[in-house]
C-alpha cells in the first residue's frame, strides 16, 4: 500500500494511505468486474492528447467502451499511448468511418445517445436523469458536434460555461459528465 506523508516544520504532520478501487485485484478479476453502461462517441477530434486524456476518464470511470470516428486518432497511435498511459489496454474500444453509423447502430441495440454540446436546446448535465445504458457524444475541439449528429441524437446536454471563449476543453467536459453520471447512478456499476 502506498503511503504519502506532509512534513510541517521538519516534522511529519500525517500520514494517509493512498487507494484505489482495482489496482490491487488481478488482472483476470478485473476484467469480469461489471463497467458502468456508458459509451464516448467522440466525433472527429483533432487531438490524440484529448483522446489519450478520454481513454484515462474512460479507466478510472469503468466504463464500457469508447468508440472513435472519422479522423479521431485510435489505437494504436503513438501519440495516443503516450498520453493514455496504457489505459488502452483496459478500455474496449471500436472505431467507426463516420458518427452517424456509431449512434444509428448503438440506437438499434437500445442505447440512449445524448450529444455533448452547447446549443439553444440543451439542457444542463446536472438537471436531467441519465437512462441506463447511455452514449455521449464528444465534438471536435473546434468545431463541436456536427449537425447532422445533434440532429440524430435523442437529447442535448451541456456544462454551463462562461468567459469570452465560452468553450471547456472536450476531456474535460467528458469527465465532469462522467462523473456527474457515476454520482446519479449511486457508484454502482450494474444494472439494477
Not at 467502451?65 to 479522423?71: E, H
Request: aromatic share 8%; glycine share 6%; proline share 5%.
Amino acid at each position: 500500500m502506498n503511503r504519502r506523508s506532509r512534513e510541517v516544520s521538519g516534522g511529519e504532520e500525517s500520514s494517509l494511505d493512498v487507494r484505489s478501487q482495482d489496482l490491487d485485484i488481478p488482472f483476470d478479476e478485473y476484467v469480469r468486474r461489471s463497467k458502468f453502461p456508458v459509451t464516448l462517441v467522440l466525433d472527429n477530434l483533432r487531438s490524440a492528447f484529448n483522446v489519450g486524456s478520454i481513454f484515462r476518464t474512460a479507466d478510472t470511470a469503468r466504463l464500457q467502451q469508447i468508440i472513435t470516428c472519422g479522423y479521431t486518432a485510435h489505437p494504436p497511435h503513438p501519440r495516443l499511448d503516450k498520453t493514455a498511459l496504457g489505459t488502452i489496454d483496459y478500455v474496449d474500444t471500436t472505431h467507426a468511418e463516420s458518427t452517424m453509423a456509431a449512434i444509428t447502430e448503438l440506437q438499434s441495440q437500445g442505447v440512449a445517445v445524448w450529444a455533448l454540446e452547447t446549443t439553444s436546446a440543451s439542457l444542463s448535465y446536472t438537471e436531467v436523469s441519465y437512462p441506463r445504458p447511455v452514449a455521449l457524444v464528444l465534438g471536435n475541439e473546434a468545431l463541436g458536434v456536427e449537425q447532422e449528429v445533434l440532429e440524430g441524437c435523442d437529447a442535448l446536454v451541456e456544462v454551463p460555461v462562461f468567459g469570452y471563449k465560452n468553450s471547456l476543453n472536450v476531456a474535460c467536459t467528458a469527465a465532469v459528465v462522467v462523473y456527474e453520471i457515476l454520482r446519479q447512478w449511486g457508484y454502482e456499476p450494474e444494472d439494477s
